[in-house]
């Protein structure tokens, strides 16, 4: 990794760009895409199928058969493991439900919330270059235990281990689709694939900017979820062979993923550059990581108060903190998706099987956005209830208010009752 040595606060801005292509240039490829969906359904999705991924897409939906079989195809050892990320995945979201509390915001006056889940929900699942069935956990368990009516899954990819955590996790119905025709399927629906209310999962910048663009037609969407990112923070309390491990399993994603290394230690990022070359010789998607790594970047700062300050303004969707008194340092982070602390929390972690959901903001966008979780899957109804005391103390603040707004059907709104309390 190329070493930057102390720059100053106005290179920034230019030095933590991430390696995106034009959004324009991206946009202008992927709006016909979406049309040619909306206004031909399967049959621009058999031609772009064809196309774009060399197959001949016969049947669209994957068949209850396919997903039942799917479990007798994987290793058992590999079974285990889902199996184990379910249930943790599970006890993490599980735990975010809130009970319903009526709360008195005045004698005779009522308001609560209530949590209902979305009726129909899509999941993208990327299948390009990795089978990424921990997706398939980290959307499909919330969307299960949010009791979303609907769950329907898009993916390029029949990796059995797909087809057995979309059945895991209760999907309803599985399509042979991807890319950012797969977006716009479940944005407009076609003859086979339905419309859902909110899409969610990563992908690459074709499918982030399709799931942009759906969202300026009222497709609701999780986030800007796009290619893979880690910064790592370390001190000379770090184990080099850690920090490269960890830097390299994010490059391996995709070439158009980066890494970020922040310290105060020259000798900590030359040792980790040592180390960074020898793994990565060992990895059978080297060729894609290093050109991940050509994109990255290893920061000297002057002080932990300037590595603190360069991560914020950075927002990195995966935050590692390999300090001295990370849990004290995690105090002053205010911009990350997610955060892992100390030599011992490997964020691949976090990817697979701690309980954390994966599916984070990327691309700065941690800075106003929060990851998936349990609430990404429901809507938020208010309810107020008011009775008739309630009414006459709450009852002359909405008149004057109303009046003084000049809206005096609100304030009547509220006068007629009033007066059938005399």
């Known amino acids: 990794m ?18 995106t ?35 001949e897409l016969d049947e669209i939906a994957f068949s209850p058969q396919d997903l039942e079989a799917a479990e007798s195809k994987l290793d058992n050892n590999l079974k285990a ?32 919330q209530r949590s209902v889940g979305i009726d129909k929900v899509g999941i993208y699942i990327p299948g390009g270059t990795a089978p990424l069935f921990s997706t398939v956990l980290m959307l499909g368990i919330p969307a299960q235990l949010a009791g979303c009516g609907e769950i329907v899954l898009c993916t390029p990819s029949d990796h059995p281990a797909i087809l057995f955590a979309a059945q895991m996790v209760g999907v309803t119905r599985a ?23 909110k899409i969610f999962g990563p992908g690459n910048q074709y499918v982030t900017t399709a799931k942009m663009l759906v969202s300026k037609e009222g497709v609701a969407i999780d986030m800007p979820a796009g290619p893979s990112e880690v910064a790592v923070y370390a001190d000379d309390t770090a184990i080099p062979a850690f920090i490269a491990a960890d830097l390299l399993s994010q490059a391996e994603h995709g070439a158009d993923s980066q890494v970020l290394l922040v310290s105060t230690s020259r000798r900590l990022l030359n040792s980790v550059n040592i ?15 290093r050109q991940a790594i050509a994109n990255s970047k290893a920061i000297l700062v002057n002080s932990h108060e300037e590595a603190v300050d360069l991560l914020n303004e950075y927002a990195a969707e995966h935050l590692i903190l390999s300090v001295a008194n990370a849990e004290k340092v995690l105090e002053e982070i205010t911009n990350a998706g997610s955060i892992f602390l100390g030599n011992y929390t490997p964020e691949s972690c976090g990817d697979y ?16 956005y929060s990851g998936v979780s349990l609430d990404s899957f429901v809507k938020k109804i208010t309810v107020q209830s008011i009775t008739e005391k309630g009414i006459q103390n709450i009852g002359p603040t909405v008149e004057l208010m109303a009046e003084a707004e000049s809206l005096i059907a609100h304030k009547r709104a509220v006068s007629i009752r009033l007066d059938s309390l005399q």
């Open 2 to 19: 190329k070493i930057i040595p102390f720059p100053i606060r106005a290179d920034w801005p230019a030095l933590l760009t991430r390696p």
């Open 21 to 55: 292509q034009d959004f324009a240039e991206i946009e202008d490829k992927v709006a016909p895409i979406l049309q040619r969906v909306k206004a031909e359904g399967d049959a621009a999705l058999r031609d772009f199928a064809s196309r774009f991924d060399k197959i």
């Open 81 to 112: 493991s889902i199996r184990q990320a379910y249930q943790n995945i599970t006890t993490f979201h599980e735990a975010q439900r809130q009970p319903i509390e009526k709360i008195e915001t005045m004698p005779g006056v009522s308001c609560w």
């Open 175 to 197: 399509f042979r689709v991807g890319g950012a025709q797969a977006i716009a399927a479940m944005a407009y629906g076609t003859e086979s694939i339905p419309k859902v209310y």
């Open 275 to 289: 180390t960074l070359s020898t793994q990565l010789e060992a990895l059978p998607r080297r060729d894609l990581a």
């Open 353 to 368: 099987a701690s309980g954390t959901n994966h599916t984070l903001p990327t691309n700065g966008f941690a800075r106003a």
